[in-house]
């Protein structure tokens, strides 16, 4: 049961990657509104790249699950954060 764990906290650090950008992409649109999916998309990608962190100290990994897991969710992260930094930042002039 030990070895499972880890495996399943990584698998379900996946799932919230996809969860993330399914939402970002609003392709599942519960609210419609960016200014609530955004934040959801993000939490989702965080708890995700926090869960795959965690799978590196736990007993009995799966150590390249460990680093999918955590790289599947800080990249989409940091575009995000990235994209809504240069956002912020734009003046629109060009549209």
């Known amino acids: 049961m030990t070895k499972t764990i880890p ?14 950008a399914l939402i970002f992409c609003e392709v599942i649109r519960p609210f419609r509104d960016m200014s609530i ?17 965690s799978c590196f100290f ?3 990994r799966s150590l390249m699950l460990s680093v999918i897991s ?3 969710n800080i990249l989409p992260l940091l575009a995000a954060l990235v994209l809504l930094w ?3 930042h734009s ?3 060009w549209h």
Not at 37 to 53: E, M, Q, R, T
């Open 7 to 20: 495996n399943l906290l990584g698998i379900v650090a996946l799932l919230l990657c996809v969860l993330g």
């Open 37 to 53: 999916d955004g934040p959801i998309a993000l939490s989702a990608w965080g708890v995700g790249v926090a869960l795959g962190v």
């Open 58 to 60: 736990l007993k009995g």
């Open 70 to 72: 955590v790289a599947a």
């Open 86 to 88: 240069v956002l912020s």
């Open 91 to 93: 003046n629109f002039a």
